[in-house]
């Protein structure tokens, strides 16, 4: 039946595009209305029986940023496309950080404005569903991404909530194995790009001559075969780079300039090439220490601080390890085939008493662990604390004092300039023997 592929308003101030744009919609599936004006358009649009707006962005009087503002002001969960010239391009990629759902360049082929118009579609659907559902579908999604009941996981998405969908570049530091790429990539399915690439780069992997190509591409100019680099893979979509502060200050300068651009030049290039993409950058613990030492750029760092989580790592959130150990061992058990066992106190006892300095990998090989042995080797203890440490290379010193002097206490006390009276304290809390 027409119009069940999706309810479009077309708006261009060429006649003869709105006819060829209905003709070929209609014929596609989709039900079309289509205005060469676009304040008719706006007075006239049926926002519940609407699933995509498409506007061209140069028209004399409103033009389509103007209509893309009123919009947003209406109905933020409409998706907007943008139709552009050439020399519109910079401005239609700076209209998606204002909210544009995505935008073609004219003349755009018909089946690519398909094909944008069901990811719109989809998009809208899903944005009603999850509404009908309400908060409460939200927090199972989010639940069963981040599971945990700590104050920590329960803070944390109370801001992936809160940033999902904003159009704003983000820093996740932490601990390595504490889930950044995970977050990274459920901050990106539950956003406005879901349904866009979500491309995943380890800058400590990038190395040699092609690391250059890698992350911004290569033009056939350059006597190479001409590639698209991972930041033109996911325009439209997210980029996720791990370790953000290991890529060379070179590079981070021109990331910084694709950001504040929207624009990218390839390797070997002329030309800059026009990209819309959001930056999740992981970092380590510290990142305000890597920006003082000099390993990440002071603007990049500031432009990515300003939207910045922190993953907590296992042993500050050991309430959680229970469900945690629990989803590992289901999801080992479900790999392997076997039946996942119980769980007994004294597994927990031991699991809780550990530091867990490999953090989730480490729990999860744990759990393949109780999968498959009788007996899980015990777990390494952890560091005593630092005053049982203190007081053990004491006593250590103080041992060794008394040897060289012969058991002689007072020539121990002069030998470790200490007191007589506190040296013999010291023996009698330690438990060590002098005459």
């Not at 308003?9 to 919609?25: H, K, N, P, S, V």
Request: aromatic share 2%; hydrophobic share 45%.
């Amino acid at each position: 039946m027409q119009g069940d592929r999706g309810r479009i308003i077309f708006i261009d101030d060429e006649a003869g595009l709105c006819e060829a744009a209905r003709d070929w919609l209609g014929a596609s599936g989709f039900a079309v209305r289509t205005f060469t004006d676009p304040v008719a358009a706006l007075a006239g649009l049926d926002l519940p029986g609407c699933d995509c707006v498409v506007t061209d962005l140069r028209m004399p009087g409103v033009d389509g940023q103007q209509v893309l503002d009123a919009l947003r002001l209406r109905d933020p969960d409409l998706p907007v496309v943008l139709l552009s010239g050439h020399a519109d391009v910079p401005v239609a990629v700076a209209a998606m950080r204002t909210g544009a759902h995505d935008f073609l360049e004219k003349p755009y082929r018909a089946e690519h404005l398909v094909e944008v118009l069901d990811n719109a579609v989809a998009l809208r659907r899903a944005r009603r569903q999850a509404r009908a559902g309400g908060p409460a579908l939200l927090s199972e999604r989010l639940e069963a991404r981040l599971p945990g009941s700590s104050a920590q996981v329960r803070h944390l998405r109370q801001r992936v909530r809160a940033l999902a969908d904003l159009p704003v570049d983000l820093m996740l530091s932490g601990e390595p194995g504490t889930g950044r790429l995970a977050l990274a990539r459920c901050l990106h399915d539950l956003g406005r790009r879901a349904r866009k690439p979500f491309v995943a780069l380890d800058a400590h992997a990038l190395s040699g001559p092609g690391a250059e190509a890698e992350i911004f591409g290569l033009d056939r100019g350059s006597g190479g075969a001409a590639r698209a680099g991972r930041i033109e893979q996911a325009s439209g979509g997210t980029l996720y780079i791990a370790s953000v502060e290991a890529l060379p200050l070179a590079f981070q300068a021109r990331l910084m300039a694709v950001l504040r651009e929207g624009e990218v030049m390839r390797g070997g290039a002329l030309t800059p090439r026009p990209v819309d993409l959001r930056l999740i950058a992981g970092t380590g613990p510290d990142p305000a220490r890597a920006m003082a030492e000099g390993r990440l750029r002071a603007d990049l760092f500031h432009h990515l601080s300003a939207a910045a989580l922190t993953l907590p790592p296992l042993r500050h959130r050991r309430e959680d390890l229970a469900e945690l150990l629990a989803a590992c061992l289901h999801e080992a058990a479900r790999r392997l085939g076997l039946p996942a066992p119980e769980l007994r106190a004294t597994d927990l006892d031991r699991l809780m008493a550990h530091d867990w300095p490999g953090n989730l990998p480490e729990l999860r090989a744990e759990a393949q662990r109780l999968l498959l042995a009788p007996e899980p080797a015990p777990l390494p203890d952890p560091a005593p604390p630092l005053p049982e440490r203190l007081a053990a290379i004491e006593a250590a010193m103080i041992a060794s004092a008394l040897a060289e002097a012969g058991g002689v206490a007072a020539q121990a006390a002069e030998r470790l300039g200490l007191p007589r009276r506190t040296l013999n304290e010291k023996i009698a809390r330690y438990g060590l023997r002098a005459e």
